[in-house]
């Protein structure tokens, strides 16, 4: 069910993109209405869809603080991206911003990995996951690694997504191809850490 919660956003930015794409002039005369003239139909889909992934990620956040009355810093510095590149999307009508959001997100989390490892000392994924699973100091080592490189992998990805095929390829990558390409990493970790907190049992 969290997974889901945290998925929010991505599956309202796919379900309103593809329904204000099903229905061409409603969509634009909506985009029009609350973002000004000069929108060409064809942009009025992930304008829509970019605005309602804004209000889902407010909704969010404002549920997680009236559940647990405190937020994540990961949820606030993904409204903080997606409020600056969201909004410049909208404002300019230009969806290269929205495009880039997902990378900029990916190339955060990565370079705040490595720096607070190489800079700090201090494992972030090790400060995650100690409290469930314990492993060797070398193997939380790698793990933050491998999570870093993933992270900026995936940045990498979605711009060759974004800047190679269609639109619509980008947004339904967005929500299965990404949703899928992290679910195999943590599946592959999941192998890999198996053997190794077997060995700490034993």
């Known amino acids: ?31 029009v209405q609350w973002l000004g003239d000069g929108i060409a139909a064809t942009q009025a889909p992930i304008l829509i869809a970019t ?7 407010f909704l969010q956040i404002a549920i997680v603080w009236l559940k647990h009355r405190k937020v994540d810093t990961m949820l606030w510095v993904s409204l903080a991206i997606i409020v600056v590149f969201g909004g410049a999307t909208l404002f300019f009508h230009n969806p290269t911003f929205i495009k880039w959001k997902p990378t900029a997100l990916y190339w955060l989390f990565g370079g705040v990995l490595l720096v607070s490892a190489g800079a700090f000392r ?3 994924i090790r400060k995650m996951l100690e409290a469930q699973i314990q492993l060797p100091d070398a193997v939380w080592g790698r793990l933050n690694l491998a999570w870093s490189g993933f992270f900026v992998a995936m940045g990498v990805i979605n711009l060759y997504v974004a800047y190679s095929f269609s639109e619509e ?5 967005k929500l299965f191809g990404a ?8 599946l592959a970790q999941g192998f ?11």
């Open 1 to 31: 069910m969290k997974f889901l919660f945290d998925l929010l956003p991505v599956i309202l930015f796919f379900a309103t993109y593809k329904i204000a794409g099903s229905n061409p002039d409603a969509a634009h005369a909506l985009a």
């Open 51 to 57: 605005a309602a992934t804004i209000v889902a990620t």
């Open 122 to 124: 201090r494992n972030l």
């Open 169 to 173: 390829v980008w947004v339904n990558f």
């Open 179 to 186: 949703t899928g390409l992290m679910l195999a990493f943590v």
């Open 192 to 202: 890999y850490l198996s053997r190794h907190i077997e060995e700490e049992t034993n």
